[in-house]
């Protein structure tokens, strides 16, 4: 079956650490994202990737970094730099084309608690 | 700029009762529009979209018609079940870029 997997489901980080994020998808699509969603507002978008070797800053982008070596996977660092790190992290991904109806497919997130 | 304001929730409903959240946007261009579900510990599903105004978008007996000159996309279910429990999220993609806009999203809650 196609689709985007994020690993691990639940992940615990003492402060001052680096974390990194797992997001691998099957679906071929070239365009990636990171989100990050905290209660009661929404999902705020940290990183995106259009193409291989290739990423631009979202909105929210300080504390973290990311890596598009291959095309399938789009790991997220959180770095000890990103002040409230707990939340809830979305990976997703949609087809090439800037335009016309390409949908984002989001995969099962992972909950990131900072100890 | 771009934003989307969703209705705040939650939205506390008996089974069979008739469901409408409200999600107005501000854009410019054309932008696509979206809704999409999150279930309790998951990631978002796309529950229906509609790309130009007048369009309507249809899954699983909810609907949502693109209206442009209110811009608005409210989501409507005619009787809604207790499996219709969870986060509803109204989002837009503006002309030309990939990046989806968010609502803060709307808490739907469903008793027998």
């Known amino acids: 079956d196609g689709g985007i997997t994020q690993s691990p489901k639940y992940l615990f980080r003492k402060e001052g650490q680096n974390v990194t994020l797992s997001c691998e998808q099957n679906?071929?699509?070239?365009?990636m994202y990171w989100y990050r969603q905290d209660p009661g507002q929404g999902l705020r978008l940290i990183y995106y990737?259009?193409?291989?070797?290739?990423?631009q800053k979202g909105d929210i982008a300080e504390g973290y970094s990311v890596s598009r070596e291959k095309k399938e996977s789009f790991p997220l660092t959180v770095t000890s730099a990103q002040k409230n790190p707990t939340a809830f992290y979305l990976c997703?991904?949609?087809?090439?084309?800037?335009?016309?109806?390409?949908?984002?497919?989001f995969g099962p997130g992972t909950r990131l608690t900072v100890l | 700029g771009n934003s989307v304001t969703q209705m705040e929730g939650p939205v506390t409903l008996s089974e069979e009762a008739f469901l409408t959240i409200n999600c107005t946007y501000t854009a410019t261009g054309y932008p696509s529009l979206f809704w999409y579900v999150q279930y309790p510990g998951e990631g978002l599903q796309l529950l229906l979209k509609?790309?130009?105004?007048?369009d309507k978008g249809s899954n699983k007996g909810f609907e949502a018609t693109y209206r442009k000159e209110t811009t608005s996309f409210h989501l409507e279910k005619g009787s809604v079940q207790v499996s219709d429990s969870a986060v509803y999220f109204c989002a837009l993609r503006y002309t030309g870029f990939q990046k989806l806009v968010f609502g803060t999203g709307t808490r739907l809650l469903v008793s027998p």
């Open positions: 679906l071929n699509h070239d365009a």
């Open positions: 990737s259009q193409i291989v070797n290739d990423f």
């Open positions: 997703a991904s949609t087809a090439a084309g800037t335009g016309g109806t390409d949908t984002q497919y």
């Open positions: 509609a790309t130009k105004a007048d």
